[in-house]
Each structure stands twice: as structure tokens, then as C-alpha cells.
């Protein structure tokens, strides 16, 4: 039929997706492996610090502050898997028995769950936009001249992709909980 997608069977048995779906899904999974990569360099700073200060009583510059933007980076690359797994948190008290009595009632609740999120994380995002753009032109680095210095513009960035991703899996769930509920 015009205006449908053709979906193909994955490989794995699971429920048939498109070009587009798989195309997303492998970008959510790729930035999630990026933050995951990311874990490890940070793991390896710390240890490389952890062993500085115990073999030569200083520690080595940057870690701290690249610490902190490595965290929040993390962070960023990692919500829109976290989200497209079911995984984040929230009070399953009250959206768990509702659905299992009254579906409607519980994608209803889901689907306005996943529309703030998609709206508070899109907020941010916009707002990340201006902060790399101001990093980007001012040259903004951390650290101490003379010693080390690095740039925070592509940290901001990646946190910047991180955030507009997730939001995009939250409007796509949102998108995705109509089209089961018009029965398309």
C-alpha cells in the first residue's frame, strides 16, 4: 500500500522493523557504545591518577575537570539506549498495575511520560546548541595554561548529540505508542 514501510524479518526472529527503524536503532546503540568507550578512558584516567599520587604524591592535571565532563558526557551518550530499553526510572508503582488493568489508560500514561521527555530533553538540547556554538568562538578550555589545557567545545558537543538523540527516542516512542493505538 502507498505511504506504508516495507519492514523485513530480522535475523534473530524478533518483530520485523524497517530500513529507518534499523538505521535508528543502530545510531541509539552506536552512541551508546561510544559512552561505553568513554567509561573506559575515564577508568583509565582515574587509575593512571590513582597510581600518581601514590608513586610520585601529586596528582596529574585535568582529571579532575575532564573527570566531570566525562561523567556528564557519558551520561548524554548513554540516555537514548537507557530510554529505547524501557530502562529508565520511573514509578512502576502506579504505570505497571494501571496497564495491566486499563491498557488504554497505561499507553496514555506512557505516551505523555515519553512526550515530557521528549520536550525537556529537546529544551536542552536547543539550549546545548548556544553553549557549543559560545565554546566553539571563545576557545573555552580547561585546565591551567602552561601546564594542560583541553577544549570542552567537543565534550559539549557529544553531550549536545547525546541529548538530542534521546529526545528523538522519546518522540519516537510517542510516535510509535499512536500508530499501536490507531491500530497502524
Not at 504505570?95 to 489508560?105: D, K, M, Q
Not at 530533553?121 to 591551567?144: H, Q, T, Y
Amino acid at each position: 500500500m502507498a505511504g506504508q514501510i516495507e519492514t523485513v524479518a530480522s535475523p534473530r526472529g524478533e518483530a520485523s522493523e524497517s530500513g529507518i527503524e534499523r538505521v535508528w536503532r543502530r545510531t541509539v546503540e552506536a552512541i551508546a557504545a561510544l559512552g561505553t568507550v568513554l567509561i573506559g578512558v575515564l577508568m583509565v584516567i582515574i587509575c593512571a591518577d590513582i597510581l600518581a599520587r601514590n608513586l610520585m604524591g601529586a596528582s596529574l592535571p585535568l582529571v579532575s575537570e575532564g573527570g566531570a565532563l566525562l561523567v556528564v558526557t557519558i551520561v548524554a551518550l548513554q540516555l537514548a539506549a537507557t530510554v529505547r530499553a524501557g530502562r529508565l526510572a520511573r514509578a512502576e508503582v502506579v504505570i505497571v498495575p494501571l496497564t495491566a488493568r486499563f491498557p488504554r489508560a497505561g499507553a496514555i500514561l506512557q505516551g505523555v511520560f515519553d512526550l515530557a521527555g521528549a520536550g525537556v530533553l529537546g529544551v536542552i538540547a536547543w539550549a546545548s546548541i548556544r553553549v557549543v556554538e559560545k565554546d566553539m568562538v571563545a576557545a573555552e578550555f580547561i585546565g591551567v595554561p602552561g601546564i594542560a589545557t583541553l577544549p570542552t567545545w567537543p565534550f559539549r558537543a557529544l553531550i549536545l548529540t547525546g541529548f538530542a538523540i534521546a529526545a528523538m527516542e522519546f518522540a519516537a516512542r510517542v510516535f510509535a505508542a499512536l500508530r499501536k493505538g490507531t491500530g497502524q
